[in-house]
């Protein structure tokens, strides 16, 4: 389900798509915001600046014209109609703009090689959705599927696990620092704690990476709902149906794991 913040992050990460597509999404969930009333393109860039929520924060010039641009198509492909009806009409047009340009396309470089493009935007969106539409495993099922995550040497199980189990029960019991070393002693100390086991350093390592990426993409979480985009955010990137062949390897962060232990 959409939310407010996602405005802002799309804002931040200047995707207009994104955010016209989550907006039309609050509207259609019965959010109390509003659209510009033309596609009038100054009129209608500067009705986008008046009913962008304030806690969206500033967005850029470019941001505007881009999202300002990207509405008027919209509207256009709609016959041109703006009114209080079309908040679903348009965002099943955006979605559909969104698969079609997520089609693999031929372009010339110099008249001599041809390369295959796939534009990016739009398609962490898109994965992004259907993450959100599976439902939650049960809590039970859950604290299994970390311990067999564990058995297996699977970090990308175990994480997407564990987070889930949090966003489950609204428990924000996650590492609280972006430190790869501070991660690892942390992701020790607690996998021993809540499910009794002592992991090897390269399965430590590879779930600390796993987590440094992550928090380095979304934040580190600091609410349900952070934590519940983090969790959202590693399904849809990562591909949890390949097993990872793990294999054991001299540690590359050993010594500072002991100088961690040992201040």
Known sequence: MAHIDDLKDSIQRHDPERFLADYLTLIVNGASLTLPRTIEKDAAKLQWRDVIPSVCGTPSEGFI??????????????????GKSVPQDLLDLLLKKVATQNI????????????????????????????????????????QACKQALLSDNEFQFLIAYLELNVQTKKNILPKTSISGKAYLWWDETI?????????????????GLWINAVAKKGLPTSDYHV?????????????????????????????????RSS
Do not use: C
Not at 72 to 78: I, S
């Open 192 to 208: 021993q704690e809540k499910f009794k086991q002592k992991m090897p350093d390269y399965f430590l390592e590879k779930l600390s």
């Open 65 to 82: 014209s881009d999202l300002t641009a990207l509405w008027g198509e919209l509207v256009q492909e709609h016959g041109g109609i703006v």
């Open 228 to 260: 519940s985009e983090l969790f959202y955010h590693i399904k849809a990137n990562y591909d949890l149906s390949k097993p990872k062949k793990q294999e054991a390897k001299p540690s590359q962060i050993n010594r500072f794991i002991r100088f961690l």
């Open 104 to 143: 693999p396309k031929e372009t010339r470089h110099d008249g001599n090689s041809i390369q295959r493009v796939t534009p990016s935007i739009s398609n962490d969106y898109t994965k992004l959705q259907e993450a959100k539409k599976q439902p939650l495993r049960a809590k039970s099922d859950l604290v």
